[in-house]
Each structure stands twice: as structure tokens, then as C-alpha cells.
């Protein structure tokens, strides 16, 4: 009897295609891998409203979703409509309380409100917004991997980031996060998997290691 293939989303981070996982390979004969890409968001629109939205492009029953910073809130806001296989999700946060103290005051001050238009405008910015500052050769990364230059798109995410509202982690969340994450400095709360030297942007650099582990992880192996 031949295995049944498991079919894995994938959702990228803010602002971001879906060429930051071209080096994920998954073994072809048990998975097969769908990329999922930003859509643009109408005015005022709920992140439970974009969340519903965003599954309609799944396919498939009993799915694993796969969700990098953004895209990893993102990736939760969705598992609150479907029934799935795994929910992992890699340099992002579980709750509003793993936010730094940057991110909390931005929400308090309703920094984020002015923050958009400049990043819209300026993709230095941005990238160091959606990346962090430890990128080498930048330009030819932005180009390559940010793709999303619409500023309604980028008001919403920024305000969706900031003001989300999650309370407690879902349970079943496997939570993978580098030791040096700039944007969200690692301050797991409950269990994490920790990458060492992982820094926000390993999902693009240490391929290696998710290449390794996330069929591990997605069968309930045991990693090395």
C-alpha cells in the first residue's frame, strides 16, 4: 500500500515571497509542498477576516502549516478554521506577551501608525523591519525575497503584528525560534526549539537544518 503524501503550506513573512523557502526540500515520495502568497487586504479588515480569506487557497484535508514571522501569526490566525495535521511555526511569536518591549510601546503609543508610509517608500527600512539587521549583501536580498510593496498590504501587517491580541499559545504550536533573533528576541513562553546561532532570516540561511528536522518533527520523530 502506498503512504499517504502529507501536503505541507507554507506561509512567508511580512512583505515577503515565497522564494525565502527555495531551499526547503521535503523527501518527494511523503510530502509535497504548497507556497502561499500574501493577498491584499481591504480597508479595516479583521486579521480573523484575512486569516479565513488566506485558507480558502488550501486544497487539501488534515494539512501542515508552516508559517514564518508574520506568516507564523498568520499560519495561527488560519489553524482557528481548520482541523490540521501540524501547526509549526519558525521565527515568529505565540502570544502578545513574547512582543519586546519596542513592539509593546509601539502598540501603546500607536507608533505603528506612522511607521507604514516611510517603510512603504524605503525598502531599507523595511527589509530591516522584516529581516533585522544582520543580513549580508542586502540589497540583493530585498530584491530578491521581498516582494510586497503595497502600501495599503503594508499598513494592515504592521498594525496586524503590533496589535495582536493572542492571549495564551495554542497548544498544539510547535514553536521553532533562533538564540538570535533581532526582531523577536527569543523569549519563548512554554516549549521551544531553539536553533542555535538561528538568527530571524534562518528559515533562508540554516535550510539545512529545517531540511533535516521539519519531516522529524511533522511524523513525531525525535530530533538529533
Not at 47 to 72: C, P, Q, W
Amino acid at each position: 500500500m502506498s503512504q499517504d503524501i502529507i501536503h505541507v503550506y507554507f506561509v512567508p513573512g511580512m512583505a515577503a515571497s515565497p522564494l525565502i523557502f527555495e531551499n526547503i526540500k521535503l523527501p518527494e515520495n511523503q510530502f509535497e509542498m504548497h507556497m502561499l502568497e500574501w493577498l491584499i487586504p481591504s480597508e479595516n479588515e479583521s486579521i480573523t477576516h484575512y486569516a479565513k480569506r488566506m485558507v480558502e487557497n488550501i486544497k487539501h484535508d488534515h494539512v501542515v502549516l508552516i508559517g514564518v514571522s508574520f506568516g507564523g501569526i498568520m499560519v495561527q490566525e488560519m489553524s482557528k478554521h481548520l482541523n490540521l495535521k501540524k501547526l509549526i511555526v519558525v521565527s515568529s511569536v505565540k502570544t502578545k506577551h513574547e512582543f519586546s518591549k519596542r513592539m509593546k510601546l509601539a502598540k501603546i503609543t500607536k507608533a505603528y501608525k506612522v511607521m507604514p508610509t516611510s517603510l512603504a517608500s524605503n525598502v531599507d527600512a523595511l527589509a530591516k523591519f522584516t529581516f533585522g539587521n544582520t543580513i549580508k549583501k542586502r540589497v540583493a536580498l530585498y530584491r530578491r525575497y521581498l516582494s510586497v510593496t503595497n502600501k495599503q498590504y503594508l499598513d494592515w501587517a504592521i498594525k496586524q503584528v503590533i496589535c495582536w491580541d493572542q492571549d495564551k499559545p495554542i497548544p498544539e504550536a510547535i514553536h521553532i525560534h533562533g538564540e538570535k533573533d533581532a526582531v523577536f528576541p527569543h523569549r519563548c513562553l512554554g516549549e521551544c526549539i531553539t536553533v542555535k546561532g538561528g538568527t530571524h532570516i534562518m528559515i533562508i540561511n540554516k535550510y539545512k537544518w529545517f531540511n533535516e528536522n521539519l519531516p522529524k518533527l511533522i511524523l513525531d520523530e525525535k530530533l538529533a
